[in-house]
């Protein structure tokens, strides 16, 4: 168990809606990453958080999202989902710079 | 840019035997870091092995053990004993600074008894 959680473990859902991902690092983790593993693309950078502030982006799309709360939770926003949406959306998380990226169990979604 | 590149796409090994899974990475930078993960069927995303650039000394965590060759940007994984429950896709990866990890395509290894 590395101490991040992701709910929900699984979501199943219709092209065109939206959905939300949530994410709690591990104690002390103030760096908040979101990966997409994806069979065509392997596995993507989305958006890291620090501290609540966005530091950096990848290949992020625009109809995606991400925030970090007060309390250092994140959650990954995804709209007008589509097909190729479908994917394991990982969560990680590190104290600060260039410490150890740890994972969470991360969220399976499928659009269907 | 940083890339990220195995070879192998699938390796099998007796069980017991020892495996080393292949790794290349290109980077400008001088202070990076260098990661093996390994994912087994449950799909959860699990540190092997990290190695920092700076250090010339390889680093090892009980049977796994990496062949660091920064001249030639080469990042092998070694492990030794190999058993039931190595069997998983491994990922290598690299990172600069604070930033995100760039992984490689994986390679599925299969251990058999």
């Known amino acids: 168990d590395s101490g991040v959680t992701q709910t929900p473990k699984h979501l199943i859902t219709a092209t065109g809606q939206r959905v939300t991902l949530r994410c709690s690092p591990r104690?002390?983790?103030?760096?908040v990453y979101w990966y997409q593993q994806s069979l065509d693309q392997g596995l993507q950078f989305l958006i890291q958080?620090?501290?609540?502030?966005?530091?950096a982006k990848g290949n992020i799309l625009e109809r995606f999202s991400a925030q970090q709360f007060p309390d250092l939770h994140s959650e990954l926003n995804l709209s007008s989902l589509e097909l190729g949406d479908s994917a394991l959306y990982f969560c990680a998380s590190s104290t600060q710079s260039a410490d150890t990226q740890y994972f969470g169990p991360g969220t399976r979604l499928t659009v269907l | 840019a940083q890339t990220v590149t195995q070879s192998q796409p699938e390796m099998s090994v007796q069980e017991a035997e020892t495996v080393t899974l292949s790794c290349t990475y290109d980077?400008?930078?001088?202070?990076?870091?260098l990661f093996w993960y390994k994912q087994p069927p449950s799909r959860q995303m699990i540190l092997v092995i990290r190695?920092?650039?700076?250090?010339?000394q390889n680093a090892t965590e009980n049977r796994f053990s990496v062949n660091f060759q920064k001249a030639a940007k080469s990042f092998s994984l070694k492990i030794s004993d190999s058993q039931l429950g190595d069997t998983a896709m491994y990922f290598c990866?690299?990172?600069?600074?604070?930033?995100?990890?760039?992984f490689g395509t994986g390679t599925r290894l299969t251990v058999i008894p």
């Open positions: 980077t400008s930078e001088n202070n990076y870091y």
């Open positions: 190695q920092e650039a700076y250090k010339q």
């Open positions: 958080y620090y501290n609540g502030e966005e530091r």
């Open positions: 990866a690299s990172q600069t600074g604070a930033n995100n990890l760039f």
């Open positions: 104690s002390g983790d103030l760096s």
